[in-house]
């Protein structure tokens, strides 16, 4: 269980919170970049509590904005997209990406006014196939995170990210992901495997009660290997890495052996973005999908002009409890997103999880770790006043999941250290990055 003080302090996001202060140290991704078309309609951005634009103007420059006009509060989401900015169709009040007012011309002391007048407005990168922005100070603006797919050619990554809408708080969806066990139910099909016929050789499906082998606090956010018999003496390691600030990468089981990337953005509170890429080295990502067959993670049909599925808590997200039930699949359910909603979006009658009447078990070590590593930067931040060394941790491009099989005996700590990233070895590396960093990069 945990007590209301510190649930409350672990779910609240907004400015001005705990959790809300110290995501904000981070880059954080804010949407696809073929969702902004240059010079198209801004899209409507909800991140950490706020409401907030973002664009693309004619000539290809980004920006993310706060979405109300600072004249009389009218919504930007109608502006025009022009060169220079974005220009509200209410009295021709126009704004750069950096949020500085460039033009107010319904009255005479327009270009008076106008370098008085700024709406919020964050820094924002392009790469990896998304916008990214920076909400902290910009005397704290950490180096930008070169994420795994991102130092592989394009055709290794999916380029078609599985985006979608999900209710509920972000910290129930991470927690999700960081849940080792519940693969071999939640996600398993009635033949033995999982998520579709690909996964019958997987151990993850085969050994339903795993057991936590590794768990170790790095800078990044946390290592969290599963243990299960993996048949002929052997012991099959799933490591996930917990990766900060509310991502989780997974590695998936053979044939379909590609790492993925999974984060739950808070869009507030009760609201959660998430978002899934994935990638493989030895062959294109679209070549190896269309020679294992695999169709795990396809989008799940999408209300039209939003990232909303279809299928959700209102129609019990298409819940099949006749043949395809009884037969097929365990969960009734013909998606793999679509099940991981449905138990994380309502949890004990809420949006918002209420955490105090739980019953937790050993398999749930990894929840504890992850809540105890985010209440940790929390405190840090407020001790300390930065968090120079996780932005950097997270900066590394090196930080992997890994599946293997694990002789008997076999040192497991070494193994999970060898295949993603040590803790011992990112001290190393910042011990020596620590003497010049705060003529690289502009942390206080």
Request: charged share 25%; aromatic share 10%.
């Amino acid at each position: 269980m945990l007590k209301a003080p510190m649930n409350e302090r672990l779910v609240r996001v907004q400015r001005g919170t705990p959790m809300g202060e110290a995501f904000r140290r981070f880059w954080l991704p804010v949407c696809q970049l073929k969702d902004l078309h240059p010079g198209g309609a801004p899209l409507e951005v909800r991140l950490l509590g706020e409401d907030l634009l973002a664009f693309r103007g004619p000539e290809g420059d980004a920006g993310v904005v706060d979405r109300f006009c600072a004249h009389r509060g009218a919504d930007l989401r109608y502006a025009r997209n022009e060169v220079g900015g974005l220009r509200c169709i209410f009295h021709g009040w126009k704004y750069a990406g950096d949020g500085r007012c460039v033009e107010i011309p319904n009255v005479p002391e327009g270009d008076r006014i106008c370098p008085r007048v700024k709406i919020r407005s964050y820094p924002v990168e392009s790469k990896g196939g998304l916008l990214w922005c920076y909400m902290g100070p910009p005397e704290q603006l950490p180096p930008f995170p070169v994420l795994p797919w991102m130092s592989k050619g394009e055709a290794h990554w999916s380029g078609t990210f599985v985006q979608v809408e999900s209710e509920g708080n972000y910290l129930q969806h991470i927690e999700g992901l960081c849940d080792g066990s519940h693969v071999g139910f939640l996600h398993a099909n009635l033949q033995g495997g999982g998520g579709g016929s690909r996964f019958v050789q997987s151990a993850a499906f085969s050994d339903r009660t795993p057991q936590w082998a590794y768990l170790e606090d790095t800078i990044y956010g946390a290592a969290l290997a599963m243990e299960r018999d993996a048949g002929a003496g052997k012991r099959n390691l799933r490591l996930n890495q917990f990766l900060l600030p509310f991502s989780v990468e997974v590695p998936t089981p053979p044939p379909y052996a590609v790492s993925s990337w999974q984060t739950n953005i808070p869009m507030d509170d009760e609201r959660t973005m998430f978002l899934y890429t994935s990638w493989y080295d030895p062959e294109p990502v679209e070549e190896l999908r269309a020679r294992v067959g695999d169709r795990s993670y396809e989008i799940p049909a999408l209300q039209p002009g939003s990232y909303k599925p279809v299928l959700n808590r209102s129609n019990a997200y298409g819940q099949d409890r006749g043949e395809f039930m009884q037969r097929q699949s365990f969960s009734g359910m013909r998606n793999l997103r679509l099940e991981d909603m449905a138990v994380a979006e309502y949890v004990r009658g809420g949006l918002v999880a209420d955490r105090s009447a739980e019953t937790l078990v050993s398999s749930d070590l990894a929840i504890v770790k992850v809540r105890a590593r985010l209440l940790a930067l929390a405190d840090k931040l407020e001790q300390q006043g930065h968090l120079r060394e996780e932005t950097m941790a997270v900066a590394s491009h090196r930080i992997v999941p890994a599946e293997m099989d694990i002789e008997p005996g076999e040192d497991v700590a070494q193994r999970c250290r060898s295949a993603g990233v040590s803790n011992v070895e990112l001290d190393r590396e910042f011990a020596v990055a620590s003497a010049c960093l705060d003529s690289t990069y502009r942390f206080v």
